[in-house]
């Protein structure tokens, strides 16, 4: 955590975004549900760079009174990223719809407990080490952070259930599955 702070100012527990600032992600509820946590002890930390229509996204932690409370990182390195996972109350995908949810998967790799919608494929990502929302519902998305940040037991949980669920999805895994397939047709 010394090195968020001294490098990026995070001084705070906070909950974590990582993704492209687009509307299809749905940060703008995020942002909306964050606000209504009420919490001056957190912050919402959101990585990722400009996407398309992105202004409604930077505007929206001025809208609901909240602009001390959100941090925009848009210049992140890949090698820093672990340590905003590793840190991170919990990590929440709200997206409106996703191709796959890797960073669902690379949350729970490092350690974080996840949030992510109920749609597209982020069910098949997260499996059962996820709590899973309406990403059309704002409240629904307030709760279950609320419930994260008030059960720790759950988060251990999610934790635990979320190491096995990203081992499903290493590439090493992938790796050997597929010179096993390729050893199998030489042998035939």
């Known amino acids: 955590m010394e090195d968020l702070k001294k490098q990026f100012g995070i001084s705070r527990k906070y909950i974590l975004f990582v993704g492209t600032l687009q509307p ?26 400009k996407g398309w229509q992105f202004e409604d996204i930077l505007d ?16 992140v390195t890949d090698e820093e990223l672990p340590n905003f996972y590793n840190n991170a109350e919990m990590f929440v995908l709200p997206s409106l719809y996703e191709g796959f949810g890797l960073p669902v ?14 749609i597209s494929s982020l069910p098949e990502a997260g ?17 279950k952070m609320q419930k994260l940040l008030e059960d720790d037991n759950l988060k251990d949980e999610l934790i635990k259930k979320g190491h096995k669920q990203a081992e499903k999805f290493s590439w ?17």
Do not use: C, W
Request: net charge negative.
């Open 24 to 49: 299809r992600k749905n940060i703008e509820r995020l942002i909306e549900a964050f606000s209504k946590l009420g919490r001056d002890d957190l912050e919402l930390v959101i990585i990722g760079k």
């Open 127 to 143: 499996g059962d080490a996820a709590l899973y929302i309406d990403p059309n519902n704002t409240e629904d998305i307030t709760a």
């Open 60 to 75: 929206a932690p001025k809208k609901f009174g909240i602009s001390e409370n959100v941090r925009f990182l848009h210049n």
């Open 105 to 118: 998967l690379e949350a729970m790799k490092y350690g974080t407990a996840v949030i992510t919608s109920d």
């Open 172 to 188: 090493e895994k992938s790796a050997r599955q597929t010179l096993a397939v390729l050893e199998e047709a030489a042998n035939e």
